[in-house]
């Protein structure tokens, strides 16, 4: 079992930053990848970006491409998701997931085994 625990979500004004951080305990994957998805009630996760473990190959969402980094840390076994630039539509909660997606599969929830309990990020006006 791999478990994730989000933390750095809050109340950011718009134009703000935040960075969510997403650290990994538990059995080790390889070749593996992780994820960040968001999700507000009654709708469907949206994925946000994605870093492959070997090699670091970075997938983002056209939607926050710019706008957000997102990183590991390998000695902290820690991913984080930087975002600039915040507007009051990303107001949702974020989850970080974990896994062995495909290249299929990388930027969609089914791709992941392992979740977090997610943070929310509120963006005033």
Same mark, same amino acid.
């Given at each position: !079992?791999? !478990? ?8 950011? !004004? ?19 990848? +992780?994820? &960040? /998805? ?6 469907? %996760?949206? /994925?946000?970006?994605?870093?492959? &473990?070997?090699?670091?190959? =970075? ?7 710019? %706008? #957000? =980094?997102?990183? %590991?840390?390998?000695?902290?076994? +820690? #991913? ?10 990303? =107001? ?15 930027? /969609? ?5 392992? &979740? ?5 990020? +509120? #963006?005033?006006?």
């Amino acid at each position: !079992q791999v !478990q994730l625990v989000e933390s750095g979500g809050g109340l950011v !004004q718009a134009g703000g930053s935040l960075r969510l951080s997403c650290a990994a305990s538990g059995r080790a994957l390889s070749d593996g990848a +992780t994820g &960040w /998805f968001r999700q507000s009630l009654g709708k469907e %996760r949206e /994925f946000v970006a994605a870093r492959r &473990w070997s090699g670091g190959n =970075t997938y983002y969402a056209d939607s926050v491409k710019g %706008r #957000v =980094t997102i990183s %590991r840390d390998n000695a902290k076994n +820690t #991913v984080y998701l930087q975002m600039n630039s915040l507007e009051p539509e990303d =107001t949702v909660g974020y989850y970080c997931a974990a896994g062995r997606p495909i290249i299929v599969t990388i930027r /969609f929830s089914s791709g992941y085994n392992y &979740w977090g309990q997610g943070t929310q990020v +509120t #963006v005033s006006s």
